[in-house]
């Protein structure tokens, strides 16, 4: 049923959500070894599903359509996923916190909080990132950047090495007229004319704007390298009073 229910969405509307289980940053570059120690990569059974960043010793922040019903591995401090390397830290999620009014309508809402089992060890490879203050806002123009483990086109081989793009905040109104009513004030848009983006798989990892994770990444449309669809993340700064109910 989910299959089904699946394809039907992609029937109606012209884009899916980027939690499918490869990943992508197009138009990118590798990035640099464990410059970005916030980054996690969720997966199952040693597969990468989703991305996601470390919020707090015990909780990682993604996007809510990353949960599957099934066990989940969050793995810190790694660049290379098909490397055994001494920085990564594997632990296991022991309560999955979805937003409540996520099944109301799967594509808004969409944020999930990962209570892991253990806490991560905090060093020069692994670190928690800053979030914004509450009903905070992107400029538009502004200059943030991305990153995730995948592919560099959407038709191309999944990366196994950290990658990173540069994008630029698209105003939401412009955006709007776009996405029509799948885009409101809860999300932030970037402009993908520079075909600089995510792509399918690159769920829940963080839009990076000066310091601070500021958006979620969310979905894109169908074709990831369509220019006329600005690039769509769950807007942090919304959600931090929910956040800070689940970690309390």
């Not at 969405?9 to 940053?25: Q, R």
């Not at 203050?133 to 038709?155: F, L, R």
């Not at 894109?220 to 931090?240: H, W």
Request: proline fraction near 4%.
């Amino acid at each position: 049923m989910y299959y089904l229910m699946f394809t039907i969405l992609l029937f109606l509307h012209p884009w899916v959500p980027t939690g499918a289980f490869n990943t992508s940053i197009i138009g990118g570059k590798a990035a640099k070894p464990h410059s970005r120690p916030y980054m996690a990569s969720l997966q199952i059974d040693s597969h990468h599903v989703c991305g996601g960043f470390l919020v707090r010793e015990d909780f990682v922040l993604t996007a809510a359509h990353c949960y599957k019903d099934r066990a989940l591995t969050v793995v810190l401090g790694a660049h290379n996923l098909k490397v055994k390397e001494k920085s990564q830290q594997k632990i296991e999620v022991k309560q999955f916190h979805k937003h409540q009014l996520n099944p109301l309508n799967k594509y808004d809402f969409d944020v999930m909080l990962l209570k892991l089992a253990t806490n991560a060890t905090l060093n020069n490879k692994v670190k928690v990132i800053g979030l914004p203050k509450k009903n905070g806002d992107v400029p538009d123009k502004t200059k943030c950047t991305v990153a995730g483990w995948g592919k560099k086109h959407a038709t191309g081989e999944a990366e196994n090495v950290l990658q990173e793009v540069t994008v630029v905040i698209e105003n939401r109104n412009d955006c709007k007229k776009v996405w029509k009513k799948f885009v409101n004030n809860r999300m932030i848009c970037t402009n993908f004319s520079g075909q600089k983006g995510i792509c399918q798989g690159d769920s829940g990892g963080p839009l990076l704007c000066n310091t601070k994770a500021q958006g979620i990444a969310a979905f894109t449309g169908q074709n990831c390298e369509d220019y006329r669809y600005p690039q769509v993340y769950m807007k942090i700064a919304s959600f931090i009073p929910w956040i800070n109910e689940i970690m309390q």
